[in-house]
């Protein structure tokens, strides 16, 4: 089992900037991807991005390409995301996801192939 908390959503002005944190403990060994998605309401969710948890290869959705950069501390078995040059569209709460899959060589971007999940944690930026 990985256990998966997330934090450092809140309320952020369009153009203005925010980190949230995904702290994973547990089976972490057993992780190969790690991702960050999101979900608005009355819509699915969606992608944003992952990063390889022993490696260095990250991915992006093509909304947040070039604004939003996912990094990762093994040592604090910690996942970040920062947000760069948020839009109102950004707004959603953001949930981090553990993919255990080892077969798997690239991130997957579908909500089904994350096997654990944080509580998630909301991001609204305003006008």
């Known amino acids: 089992q990985v256990q998966l908390v997330e934090s450092g959503g809140g309320l952020v002005q369009a153009g203005g900037s925010l980190r949230v944190s995904c702290a994973a403990s547990g089976r972490t060994f057993s992780t190969n991807f790690m991702g960050w998605f999101r979900q608005a309401p009355g819509k699915e969710r969606e992608f944003v991005a992952a990063?390889?948890?022993?490696?260095?290869?990250?991915y992006y959705a093509d909304s947040v390409k070039g604004r939003f950069t996912i990094s990762k501390d093994n040592a604090k078995n910690t996942v970040y995301l920062q947000m760069n040059s948020l839009k109102p569209e950004d707004t959603a709460v953001y949930y981090c996801?553990?993919?255990?899959?080892?077969?798997?060589?690239?991130?997957?971007?579908?909500?089904?192939?994350?096997?654990?999940w944080g509580q998630g944690t909301q991001v609204t930026v305003s006008i």
């Open positions: 990063i390889r948890w022993s490696g260095d290869s990250t």
């Open positions: 996801a553990a993919d255990s899959a080892r077969y798997r060589l690239y991130a997957a971007t579908t909500v089904g192939a994350y096997n654990y």
